[in-house]
């Protein structure tokens, strides 16, 4: 039997492969027929094989209401299609590091017992991770959801993660961080729902980037929150509660915080301005304090970068490349201060 070109693969060959790769492997997701490569797949969690690193899944794939019971490894995995994880219970950890959702992407009510990776995941279109529950640490940093996602009532019991990512809308209304939450170097590029929700830990959005309305009202922070250097385009932190507050450096200029109650908060060097029609074109355009824009690039560069590297390892050349053209925008953004570039990127 010929193996499969992957390496370490124990696969045969699939017949209509042109590049001697196994059927999981093989790229060329349109030859493969969805209902047989469902019934494979299902053999294998039958066996408890949940090594899926790097396969190439076809169209609508069903893997709800399962009980995976080892490591599970979804790792640079590409879903051309949609798939439901709804309802399935995670008992060991799992990887998705790097794998890319080309379709709607299902995980409403899943339990994630241990650990979860979703490092530089590409979500293309909605996702649904509505009600669940992540019981340890959850890795969501550099990950990128380019249509809407929805957290409601999602619960992380412990630290979760998100620094760096790129969000469309996104709502978290109702959800529950019970330990450190990152939210640093986050874009968030539409609307952004935080209504009610619980923060029980430190909470950090520093050099956050809000383009369009933040709903923050009724959030309770019972920790540390620092805000520092982020830039709010509209936010309304309306009958929030702030144990510790830090604004420094934060862009507040149009901000509301009627009700809000801080016991403390430190908002040096924050921006407030009258709510002027000029203000609001202000804010629009993008004027930043630029030695903080700076910063901010910097920051993204050093990242871009990162993600790179990151890619590079993994083999994934083209994406790589991708990243290698963001880091060189933010460095043209930076050499000729143009401020709005980030917008941008979008792959
Ligand atoms: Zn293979």
Redesign the pocket.
Known sequence: MR????QN???EIWNKSEDD??????PQEHKKNSEKFQKLIDEKIEKNDYDFHK?VFPENLDFSEIIFKKYVDFGGAEFTGNVDFSESVFEESCSFYLARFYGESNFENVEFKNKVHFQWTAFSLCSNFKKAIFRKEVFFEGARFLSPVDFEKVKFETNVEFEGCIFEKANFSEGEFKGDTLFRDAVFSKKTFFFDSQFKSDVNFEFAVFHNEAKFEKSYFEEKANFQNANFDTVNFDDAYFEIGRFHEADLRNASFSYTVFDKAYLSGAKFEIDTKEGKNRIKNNLRSPGVEKIRLRRKEQQFCKFKNALQEEGFYDKAGDFYYFEKLVNRAIMFKETVILRKIRV
């Open positions: 193996k499969c070109q992957f693969c124990e696969e790769y196994c059927i999981f492997h093989d396969y």
